[in-house]
């Protein structure tokens, strides 16, 4: 078992943890005083349990919001995954075209001049532009993802 000294709001505080651990309680400690330091700043002088009572409510109350933009962008994340696996869209388009017919001089026929033949033409289409932007907001939501899940993981700890 090991121990760390942590200062929140300019107390000193021996907290025990497991070997290898140091570095997180002592990031940890580093938080709830960065908190305890804005209220001191802004209160003055409190008693030590108010203190560390205000700063681990902030740091719920963050905790919180970032648990909610985990969930808000996990659903994000799940629909685009959804709408790249989804198959890509056919449109039919019918074009006419127009044949023009050419007959010798010699020969008289009566042909209609031009044909119109209507042809149908099926393209699949997705956008490239839009494939790179759900690439690109995919990337930026699994790094907000991975962001927040460091966050609650350092908060709960």
Known sequence: MSH?????GN???????????EQFVTSA?????AEAQAFAA?????????MLLMAGLMLADRTGALEDELVSLRHQVGTLEARLAAPARVEKVEV???????????VQVEVPV?????????????????????EALVDRVEAIVREAEGRIAAQQA
């Open 4 to 8: 760390v000294v942590i200062s929140v």
């Open 11 to 21: 107390r000193q505080f021996e907290v025990a943890c497991n070997a290898g651990e």
């Open 29 to 33: 400690g580093a938080r709830l005083d």
């Open 42 to 50: 802004q209160l003055g002088r409190m008693p030590e349990a108010r």
């Open 96 to 106: 006419e075209r127009i044949v023009e017919v050419q007959v010798p001089v010699e």
């Open 114 to 134: 031009p044909v119109e033949v209507p042809v149908e033409v099926q393209v699949e289409v997705i956008p490239e532009d839009m494939i790179a932007a759900y």
